[in-house]
């Protein structure tokens, strides 16, 4: 028998004996006996056979008081009120606080059991964040809930159900949060005779102080953090003033829009740089390989000039020259980023290693500067990883390779993520020898299969050899054909094998900036991965140090350091009013290769990892008017749909220009607008946006109300005759 299958019996079974029980209280009335007045009359009887069967009666009302609740049948009151009044204010106490924290725990389990996967499958997007809250705060919440009585007692126990919270942990926290209130009901139990009404025992008085007992929480943990933070702080020498409201350090694409903001709304903010103005993305990320990327892509296009009716000879690539053309462009856009432009704005521009004396100082050169925030945006480097042979061999990075002026006979790069496919594109146009090595069995492993399986036709069309599975074992000088081969060995199936090159490139990920200058000695935390712990308000766990970009993780993207940075720096400068938690709901990225992919949102892999349902809608772009006519009739729009709803899920876009065309959609996650919406907005004809639109129709045609349309058909067959 199949898992599934099995899961539905047992289901049915649990549904069956619920039925039967819930049925039986109802057709044998026994609802008359849960009644304050069939209490109160029976309270004698009640009593002298408690005194007579002690054990039995014990044994019985627990049984019958779990059941209650269990079955979530209404009665739970005044069995409690029947503790106090047989038992006595302790044994009654004792009694229901276990009984009733047992009977929640089963009905906890019922729900869960019966319905918690079907409502994270069907909400779990829409859950996450509740999900995650949960995770981290479920006990906190569900105490303060069961403080309340007013809060139903089995609305909690459902619900809760449904949540990612620990069984043991429900247990505990709901025997613990419901007992100053079943110690009130058994109490009033006791003095069964002046209960009119279960309303009385509760007066507004004693709801509200159960309110503010449940709200106690929330202040004594703001206390405490307030009280903590004060602390960590106290321990450092704060200065009487400060020089500036933010000193930012790292003038990459996190900085400087940290710095812009901060010096926006007028404070005082001195922004810190090492090395170059700009950061990787100007200077050794996004600009240069876009830059190499597009001669590599005119030098595709001069290859493929016949396919266009034009003749040309096979292009021929000046290396250096184009590599100079990179270093130019960089020129240009320089200003942007600038000491000069940043000036202007009213950001103090400092040169030079900041280190972080302590959280109101960083020092820079003989410069001391005073803060009350800092916001780290250090960014991170290219990861090395441990290959033996790798201290004597020579090897380029994304940080180095832009130096290269000697064209490369054989170029090897070591990694199959999107850097690696970029810069493996890149070099393989410009008519330079390129094999690309990975460990995992296919390339840009975030991606869908069927996106990484475009870019690995796309390089090895373009003359690229991929090997993948393969692990590198180790480096060394050697080999004779090129002038500096060097030789790496790598194992590929249980085999090992060598490969010859003259140029190593490594492309393996990226590590964040975060030790040495500082952080570690003022206890700020580092994950294992190395980057900033931060909350979702981009605060550190020194409450004054704030962070953003590749340095806080968890995208390594110029666009989400930016947005980081916003966050950033409005926390640090008005957290102490309102604090913003960073929007991570629509990240979108892309990756530069030809065919370009872009992604936004979940892919169908992330989709299935997490249980999500989804409907796939496919447009191939081959079909487009436009890119048949640009010769760039290739890949696919993908859209993730809810079932049944045109609400977007995800896209990835596969073909020429994707990361543009994926604009549309990440707006219109956005802002909450489906497929439908998009259908109905003009496109002009003929443009790659188009493709967004076919892909919005080919979901609509699938969603066609077929039963309607039948009966539209029949009317107009009636209307010709
Ligand atoms: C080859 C490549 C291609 C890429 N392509 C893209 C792309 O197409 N699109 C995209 O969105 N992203 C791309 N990225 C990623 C992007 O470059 C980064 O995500 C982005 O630069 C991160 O910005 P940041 O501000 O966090 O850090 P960075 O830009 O790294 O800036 C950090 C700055 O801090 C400075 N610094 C560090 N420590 C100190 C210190 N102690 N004192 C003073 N200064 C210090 C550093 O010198 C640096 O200038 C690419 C990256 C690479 C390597």
Do not use: N
């Given at each position: 028998m199949s898992s599934s299958s099995s899961v539905k019996i047992r289901n049915i079974v649990i549904i069956a004996v619920i039925a039967a029980l819930i049925g039986s209280f109802f057709i044998f009335d026994l609802g008359q006996y849960l009644t304050l007045d069939a209490l109160s009359a029976r309270q004698d009887a009640l009593i002298d056979y408690y005194r007579d069967n002690t054990l039995a009666m014990l044994a019985g009302f627990f049984a019958v008081y779990v059941v209650v609740t269990a079955l979530s049948i209404p009665g739970a009151a005044i069995l409690t009120l029947a503790a106090g009044a047989i038992f006595g204010l302790w044994t009654g106490l004792v009694l229901v606080s276990f009984a009733s924290s047992i009977g929640a725990t089963i009905a906890f389990l019922i729900s869960r059991l019966l319905l918690k996967d079907w409502v994270q499958k069907k909400f779990g997007r829409r859950l996450q964040t509740i999900n995650k809250g949960v995770e981290k705060d479920g006990a906190f919440y569900l105490f303060s809930l069961r403080l309340v009585p007013a809060f139903p007692f089995f609305v909690i126990n459902l619900v809760m159900?449904?949540?990612?919270?620990k069984t043991r942990k429900f247990y505990w926290v709901s025997q613990l949060g419901m007992l100053p209130g079943t110690a009130v009901y058994v109490n009033a139990g006791t003095q069964l005779a002046s209960i009119e009404s279960t309303s009385d025992i509760l007066s507004p008085a004693l709801i509200g102080s159960f309110v503010l007992l449940a709200i106690f929480p929330f202040i004594a943990r703001f206390i405490v953090d307030f009280v903590k933070n004060r602390k960590m702080l106290s321990q450092y020498d704060k200065p009487g003033s400060f020089d500036y409201n933010v000193v930012v350090i790292g003038a990459g694409s996190g900085g400087l829009v940290a710095s812009y903001i901060a010096a926006a709304v007028k404070a005082k903010v001195a922004l810190i740089e090492r090395h170059k103005m700009g950061g990787d993305c100007l200077n050794t990320g996004c600009v240069p390989s876009k830059a190499l990327l597009r001669s590599a892509k005119i030098a595709s296009y001069i290859r493929k000039s016949e396919d266009y009716g034009i003749s040309a000879q096979a292009p021929e690539v000046d290396f250096a020259a184009v590599m100079d053309r990179i270093q130019s462009k960089i020129t240009m856009i320089e200003p942007h980023d600038s000491i000069e432009r940043y000036s202007q704005l009213g950001v103090d521009c400092v040169t030079g290693d900041a280190r972080i004396v302590d959280p109101y100082r960083v020092q820079v050169g003989n410069q001391l500067l005073t803060c009350k925030n800092i916001v780290v945006a250090t960014g991170g480097r290219p990861f090395v990883p441990p290959i033996p042979g790798l201290d004597s061999a020579t090897y380029y990075t994304s940080d180095t390779i832009w130096g290269l002026r000697r064209k490369p006979e054989h170029l090897l790069i070591v990694g199959g993520g999107p850097i690696g496919c970029e810069l493996s594109q890149a070099f393989v146009r410009l008519g330079i020898k390129v094999t690309q090595i990975d460990r995992d069995p296919r390339l840009l492993p975030r991606e869908d299969d069927d996106a990484a399986k475009l870019v690995m036709a796309a390089l090895e069309a373009d003359g690229a050899r991929l090997i993948l599975g393969a692990n590198a074992k180790s480096v060394r000088q050697g080999g004779s054909a090129y002038a500096d081969s060097q030789i790496l060995t790598y194992e590929q199936g249980g085999e090992e094998h060598e490969i010859e090159f003259d140029t190593l490139l490594l492309a393996v990920g990226r590590a964040a900036n975060s030790r040495g200058f500082g952080l570690e000695e003022i206890g700020v935390r580092i994950e294992d991965n190395g980057t900033l712990e931060v909350n979702e308000y981009l605060q550190t766990s020194v409450p004054n140090i704030y962070a953003c970009g590749d340095v806080a993780g968890p995208y390594q993207f110029t666009h989400v350091a930016s947005h980081q940075a916003w966050y950033a720096s409005v926390n640090a400068l008005f957290g102490f009013a309102k604090r913003f938690k960073a929007d991570y709901r629509v990240i979108p990225w892309a990756t530069f290769t030809d065919p370009e992919v872009a992604r936004v949102g979940l892919s169908e892999n992330e989709a299935k990892a997490q249980g999500i349902e989804y409907e796939v809608t496919r447009y191939g772009i081959d079909d487009l008017d436009r890119a048949i006519a640009d010769g760039e009739d290739h890949g696919f729009v993908k859209v993730l749909t809810e079932p049944g709803k045109d609400t977007i899920l995800g896209v990835t876009i596969v073909g020429y220009h994707a990361a543009d065309l994926i604009t549309e959609y990440i707006a219109a996650m956005k802002h909450k607008i489906g497929l439908n919406k998009i259908l109905g907005t003009i496109h002009i004809y003929p443009t790659m946006s188009e493709a967004n639109k076919m892909a919005a129709g080919q979901w609509k045609r699938a969603h066609a109300p077929e039963k309607l349309l039948a009966w539209v058909e029949k009317l107009h067959t009636w209307r010709r005759h």
């Open positions: 159900g449904l949540t990612p919270i």
